[in-house]
Every structure is written in C-alpha cells, then in structure tokens.
C-alpha cells in the first residue's frame, strides 16, 4: 500500500451527466481490513505503507485508522513489525546491525487519507494498479475521506513515507 502526495478524487461524467469516481471508494472497516493488509491490535487496525520503489522489503510507516495517540500506534507498529515481519524492535529493520540503533522515534500525526481501489472487477486492464487497493492523502473534507495516525519507522528516510508533515502547511496535526 502506497500513500504519495496529498490527492484529490478524480471524476468522470457518465451517460446521464452524473458525475462518479474515476476509482472505487473504499470504508475500511473491521471485516476485511485482513484481506487489505491490516492486522488488529488492541481494537486499532494497523498497516504498513511502502514508499512505492519496488525493492522495499519493510514499510517506511505505519497507519492507523482514526486519530489515536502517538503511545497507541508505536505499541501497534511493533506489533505489525512483530506479527508481519517477525521483529520486535521498531528501531531497526529486521537483518541491521544492532548496534547501530535510531535513538528517537519520529512523531506521529493526525491526518485524512482516501482508499482507492481500481474499478476493474470484470476484466483487467493491465495497469499498475489493477486488482489492488492504495491509500492517498487528501483533505479531510475529501468524500471518503477517514481519520488517520501515521507515522515514519524510525529506520527509514526521513522523506520516505512522504506523511503530511503538519509544520509545512500540511493538512495535518501532530498526535498527542
């Protein structure tokens, strides 16, 4: 799952002058966040997001659903870490060099994002995206849009993620 710049729904106008969306809104809820790559923990569903290279073998940051304190989703990153990956310590990937741990782990923020999915359930159409789902920042007021806590594994890049960082006019708040 990619989470790139902050997005805005792309639409098309049907035969009848109605407006839709280009892709398919997904809700998340509890059935069938397994099958879209969370895991529960505590009551919070927690995934991991990629930068979208290709060679990324663990997530650069974790979201969870709703607004949850920064204490909450780093407990549910280890777990993902722990569950996924077979690795409990968050601060390094699994293989580093112990000795060379990250000594801070970055803040988590309060922020929106869409879940799109490509509306090829008929037939493929041989994009990058067919017959998958990825989350996109948007503004909160985006249709669709839910309530998220993201946040950077502390051994990635610090721009890898690429989540909405509230100092730069991002549309986002720093979690409690």
Do not use: K
Request: include cysteine.
């Amino acid at each position: 799952m990619t989470a790139p710049v902050l997005y805005e729904i792309e639409t098309s106008e049907g035969d009848d002058g109605t407006m839709h969306p280009a892709e398919q809104l997904w809700t998340p809820c509890a059935d069938g966040t397994a099958d879209h790559g969370f895991i529960a923990h505590q009551g919070l569903l927690v995934a991991g997001i990629d930068s979208g290279a290709d060679d990324d073998l663990y997530p650069v940051g974790f979201l969870v659903l709703g607004h949850q304190r920064w204490a909450d989703i780093i407990e549910a990153a280890a777990a993902y870490m722990s569950r996924v990956h077979g690795w409990r310590n968050l601060h390094l990937y699994p293989g580093d060099d112990p000795a060379v741990l990250i000594p801070r782990i970055p803040r988590a923020v309060h922020t929106h994002g869409v879940f799109l999915r490509h509306p090829h359930q008929g037939y493929s159409c041989g994009c990058e995206w067919d017959e998958t789902w990825r989350m996109v920042w948007a503004p909160a007021t985006e249709p669709g849009a839910v309530p998220i806590t993201a946040m950077r594994h502390p051994a990635a890049q610090t721009a890898a993620a690429g989540i909405p960082n509230p100092d730069e006019g991002a549309p986002a708040v720093w979690a409690a």
